[in-house]
């Protein structure tokens, strides 16, 4: 099994088509035998299924994704658990011990609204950035 977290600073980062880095889990028994963290040179929700895919993984967990995006990773036979928050390391923990909490209804509408600030995205008084606001 190979588990991919979207990944900002040790964290499940909150909006799958902007995430620049995923930690890919490398499972053998049960137990994670090999982590890393890779960038995904900006690639976008669709072609980040291809760059999951091409990477072997077999497992995604997240923050929000979008419809097109969850169609996409279904397509390259890749489960996914979205809705994710916390840790990256302890969201696979959870997920290899059978306790992730996470939501098999996910959706991130801001493709269809126009707005963002919806799939867990905080613009305002985000702790560690300039000015108050979040870049993404």
């Known amino acids: ?7 900002e600073n ?7 088509g902007h995430t620049r880095q995923m930690k890919i889990y490398e499972v053998a028994d049960g ?11 900006g690639s976008g929700h669709g072609a980040l299924a291809g ?3 091409a ?3 077999d497992t995604l967990i997240c923050g929000g994704i979008g419809g097109g995006a969850q169609a996409a990773l279904a397509q390259a036979g890749i489960r996914l ?3 994710v928050t916390g840790e990256a390391d302890a969201a696979v923990r959870a997920l290899l011990a ?5 939501n098999p209804d996910i959706r991130c509408g801001h493709h269809d609204h126009g707005h963002h600030g919806s799939c867990g995205e905080h613009h305002h008084g985000c702790p560690g950035h300039d000015g108050g606001a979040c870049g993404g």
């Open 1 to 7: 099994m190979k588990i991919a977290v979207t990944y």
């Open 10 to 16: 040790g964290l499940v980062f909150q909006h799958f």
């Open 51 to 53: 760059f999951l895919a």
């Open 98 to 102: 059978g306790t992730l909490a996470y």
């Open 81 to 83: 658990y979205g809705g």
């Open 31 to 41: 137990q994670v035998a090999a982590e890393q963290v890779v960038d995904t040179a």
């Open 55 to 57: 990477h072997q993984v």
